[in-house]
């Protein structure tokens, strides 16, 4: 539930303006169909009221009918421009992924503020929400710090605002900042894992003894699994890597214990990827878009920022980020409205469809996340790695690299990294075994997608790059058609935002440490060691390839 402030804008004398401060008031109590009444009463005694529509649409979004209540502040706005409405429908259209008309929302609240037009705290959180949203984290840091300035003692403020300042690289500002959440809410645990994240820590400067005090006193699961990642994260930090391990190991093993997840599910996924490949390819490509983007995609953590930064450190090239387009696009074109972007379902449907229209339905989607300034453009989002057929097809001139990593580094590395707990696409990463199994299917994914599109798709090895940096950035820029620029060896100087895991790590020269961690950890691992033999993938010996560039740790 959206929180509501307790001001009405505008002229707040005149007669039954008393009930709209009611219906705020309610709403934020969390009556939101009594709210409703009230405002859907008013607006039809009032159709003027523009305050009357708006907090009628703030109860329909609330009661999860977002497309209605959109309606209704489109027709606030058109009764009464102000900063808070456009936020607040902002924050909808990307609900709705309507980025685009999201962006030009945003801009009518620029206007607003910029002509004079005060807002408060919620309205300025809103603002710089959506920003971070769409990627424009540098755009969302003054509406945060007006939002923490305006309301000191709301950690959600004062969290986005630290965290806004990590993703844009300002580590100190960022820790100063987490340290006065902390300061004021000792035990706010995202503000713990945030704080351990932004840096590597070190023997002499660390949080580890405070991490494990505020975690033996957590009670709620969430924030258990929160402050545990962090205290992992620091441990390892500081050199402990097998205290590091087994307290990772704990914590996963209690938050697997609460969630439902079956890998059969995402088996089946990869099934009907592989079965309806017959129907997508066959399928006519109508107007396919001549626009030639780069797809950076493969099992996470694997390098897929690293490279990202190295490309959009070339001249010709901006990064995008890690973009939901072309999901979307084929979740489009099925026409399924389960809940999922991705399912068995949705793939089942989509297969037949016309290439050329999910190719076009993908610009359109990803044209607001790009400069219009005739750059290419690079999408990260590692798991394109299910679409990377329909990705060829779609778009014939577009550049595709799959990142590989050793499949044991690359299991350690997602059981070490805590993706979005509320999303159902990474519940895979909280087991060593079904990391292990899930890597199977990708790697099997990946080998199909490579006979099916020959030629289209490069795979780029995280050693590779690692043991041989220019050689191996040449490569990567040849399969691009981009010529050699220098600028892409120093892509730790590159100064745009981050806001994927590997921000810190991105920010510095190419290091050795990553390499084979998983030694380390062995034992730990000798069944998911087993999952891989079984499966036919050898754990070693496993070499750089140097200028080979696309060998698989399949080694087929």
Same mark, same amino acid.
Request: proline letters at 6%; a neutral charge.
């Given at each position: ?15 039954g303006?008393?009930?709209l ?75 709705? +992924?309507?980025?685009?008309e =999201?962006? #030009?929302?945003?801009?009518? %609240? &620029?206007?607003? /503020? !910029?002509?004079?037009?005060t @807002? ?9 929400c959506?920003?971070? +949203?769409?990627?424009d984290? =540098?755009? #969302?840091?003054?509406?945060? %710090? &007006?939002?923490? /300035? !305006?309301?000191?003692?709301? @950690? ?34 995202? @503000? ?146 389960s ?60 550049a595709?690299?799959?990142l ?9 590395s ?116 087993a ?26």
């Open positions: 539930m959206p929180q509501i402030p307790s001001y009405i804008p505008g002229d707040i004398s005149q007669p303006k008393i009930d401060k009611r219906v705020r008031a309610l709403l934020q109590a969390g009556r939101p169909l009594d709210a409703r009444q009230m405002a859907m009463s008013r607006a039809v005694r009032d159709p003027a009221s523009a305050e009357a529509r708006f907090l009628l649409g703030i109860c329909e979004i609330t009661l999860g009918r977002i497309r209605g209540g959109v309606e209704h502040l489109r027709k606030a706005i058109s009764l009464a421009p102000l900063a808070e409405y456009h936020a607040q429908l902002a924050r909808c259209l990307l609900m709705l +992924r309507k980025d685009g =999201a962006r #030009s929302t945003l801009q009518n %609240a &620029a206007d607003c /503020l !910029a002509g004079g037009e @807002a408060d705290a919620l309205t300025h959180d809103t603002l710089g959506a920003y971070a +949203r769409l990627g984290h =540098a755009a #969302s840091l003054p509406h945060f %710090a &007006a939002a923490v /300035l !305006a309301d000191p003692g709301n @950690a959600q403020f004062r969290y986005n605002q630290a965290i806004a300042l990590s993703f844009v690289g300002d580590v100190e500002a960022s820790e100063n900042a987490f340290e006065a959440l902390l300061y004021r809410e000792p035990h706010n645990a995202r @503000a713990h894992h945030g704080l351990a994240g932004i840096r590597r820590q070190t023997a002499a400067r660390n949080h580890v003894s405070r991490l494990r005090t505020v975690r033996n006193k957590a009670r709620d699961q969430e924030a258990r699994l929160l402050l545990g990642y962090a205290l992992a994260k620091e441990l390892e930090d500081v050199g402990d890597a097998q205290d590091s391990f087994r307290c990772l190991l704990d914590v996963n093993k209690e938050y697997r214990s609460r969630i439902s997840y079956d890998f059969a599910e995402d088996a089946r996924i990869f099934d009907a990827l592989e079965a309806s490949w017959p129907q997508c390819a066959s399928a006519p490509v109508t107007e396919a878009p001549t626009e030639a983007p780069i797809f950076i995609l493969g099992m996470p953590r694997t390098g897929t920022t690293l490279v990202d930064r190295i490309l959009s450190s070339h001249p010709d090239v901006v990064s995008a980020g890690e973009l939901q387009a072309f999901p979307l696009s084929v979740k489009a074109a099925s026409g399924t409205r809940r999922n972007v991705l399912d068995v379902e949705t793939v089942l449907h989509a297969a037949g469809k016309d290439p050329g229209q999910i190719g076009r339905s993908y610009m359109e989607r990803a044209a607001s996340h790009i400069p219009p300034d005739g750059l290419r453009f690079v999408d990260k989002f590692p798991g394109n790695f299910h679409y990377a057929g329909l990705i060829a097809r779609a778009l014939p001139n577009a595709i690299l799959c590989r990593r050793h499949p044991m580094d690359t299991v350690v997602n059981f070490k990294n805590l993706f979005a707990t509320t999303s159902r696409y990474y519940q895979y990463s909280y087991d060593l075994r079904e990391i292990a199994q899930y890597y199977v299917r990708f790697d099997r994914l990946m080998a199909f997608w490579k006979k099916a599109v020959p030629g289209r798709i490069l795979e780029v090895r995280y050693e590779d790059l690692v043991e041989d940096q220019e050689r191996t950035t040449r490569r990567i820029l040849e399969h691009c058609s981009l010529p050699w620029s220098e600028s892409c060896l120093a892509f730790h100087e590159n100064a745009s935002p981050v806001s994927t895991p590997s921000a810190a790590q991105v920010r510095r020269p190419i290091y050795r440490d990553a390499l084979a961690r998983w030694r380390l950890h062995e034992e730990a691992l000798a069944e998911t060691r999952v891989f033999e079984a499966a036919g993938i050898p754990v070693e010996p496993i070499t750089p390839t140097g200028v080979t560039g696309v060998s698989s740790p399949r080694m087929s």
